[in-house]
């Protein structure tokens, strides 16, 4: 019952298309998928939202798709890769945190390409960004979540870092750097961002 | 200033200056090349190598500086006590972890002039690993400088408006689980 009720609203809806978010005394369940819908059927690109409402004895369950605005739109929507579309390809660094947090779950990885849409390039580009930006600690609610009562063995030095290219357990000391024509130079930032703007004179250095 | 009196300008410029430098999440370099220049007081332009013009730096929280790329692991501090087997080598990490000080301190001395100068001007720098400094310094600070780097705002420190102007660059397929 509450099934043919469910798809029938959802036919109306899309009849009609537009359909605001009714009344405040309604109980909303944010983008609870219940059962699988045809695809084929709806085109929408809303996001859905699970409304009840309570009329006496009868409770209707509906799944309003929300008008969600637009919003601005992108300078290019030609292109492929989301980044391109908003012309950003060689303009962001490991400090753009609000670009950088669409990309990434909850736990700190990354969204797989095919979902997200990005370039082979844009997406390694991303995903050097993030790690990053994850070592300097400038995501500190996109930690992974740790297992109940876990105490870590030793604490960890508290270190300030950027611009990290690799894992700190991985590297190792440098004992001997050698002469100057044959200096084992320290890694800095990462070799797929060097095709980055640089608006000062100095250009970026890779190797310190 | 063209306003002061021949007194007041001689004294405005032989005076000895103390500046204050924070090195919270900085790098420990650029510190260095800040304090040589005022130590050396090549930042003047009375300076002359022998006639001690330079001028005392502070620096303040040095326990927070911050290395670029992985050189906390890779950064080799050597030493060697003069005794046979007796070569060190310690990283960056170990050092800091045993002396907070240590790293602007070296940094600061391999870039002022090899000659018999550098040992005044290494007791005219004065190196904090916390924010908390001798009343007697405080009172004899002069000017702050501008620290080197910017600092990069983390995630929670956008507030929510700002978060919501900034576009969103792709819109997810609805049958998928976001998150």
Request: charged share 25%; proline share 8%.
């Amino acid at each position: 019952m509450a099934a043919r009720s469910m798809l029938r609203s959802v036919w109306t809806s899309i009849a009609g298309l537009k359909l605001g978010v009714t009344g405040t005394n309604v109980k909303v369940q944010q983008r609870i998928n219940v059962f699988q819908l045809p695809t084929l059927t709806i085109q929408s690109r809303g996001i859905r939202q699970v409304v009840e409402k309570q009329e006496g004895k009868t409770t209707t369950i509906e799944g309003e798709i929300l008008n969600i605005a637009a919003g601005p739109q992108p300078p290019n929507p030609t292109a492929k890769c989301p980044i391109y579309r908003w012309n950003l390809q060689h303009k962001y660094n490991y400090t753009d945190v609000l670009l950088l947090s669409q990309f990434i779950r909850s736990d700190g990885g990354l969204l797989p390409r095919r979902i997200t849409g990005l370039c082979p390039e844009e997406h390694r580009k991303i995903a050097m960004c993030v790690q990053m930006a994850h070592r300097a600690g400038l995501l500190p609610d996109h930690k992974p979540k740790l297992p109940e009562g876990h105490v870590p063995k030793r604490p960890k030095p508290q270190l300030n870092r950027y611009l990290t290219r690799w894992s700190i357990d991985s590297v190792k000391p440098i004992y001997k750097t050698g002469l100057k024509w044959c200096k084992k130079r320290m890694a800095v930032g990462h070799p797929v961002l060097k095709d980055n703007v640089c608006y000062g004179v100095k250009p970026l250095y890779t190797k310190h | 200033m063209s306003s002061f009196s021949r007194s007041a300008q001689q004294w405005a410029t032989f005076a000895r200056s103390w500046f204050l430098i924070d090195a919270r999440v900085q790098p420990p370099g650029k510190i260095a090349t800040m304090c040589a220049v005022r130590l050396q007081g090549k930042h003047k332009p009375i300076y002359h190598a022998l006639s001690d013009c330079g001028d005392h730096v502070v620096v303040i929280n040095t326990k927070h500086i911050a290395f670029s790329g992985n050189k906390w692991e890779q950064k080799v501090y050597s030493s060697h006590t003069g005794y046979p087997g007796g070569f060190k080598q310690v990283t960056a990490t170990q050092l800091h972890q045993k002396d907070p000080k240590a790293i602007v301190k070296l940094a600061v001395y391999g870039m002022l002039p090899r000659n018999l100068h550098r040992r005044t001007m290494m007791q005219r720098l004065h190196i904090f690993p916390d924010d908390e400094l001798p009343d007697d310094i405080r009172a004899n600070l002069t000017e702050e400088l501008p620290q080197p780097r910017e600092i990069p705002r983390k995630l929670s420190e956008y507030t929510q408006e700002e978060i919501d102007a900034f576009p969103r660059l792709w819109t997810p397929p609805e049958d998928y689980k976001m998150k």
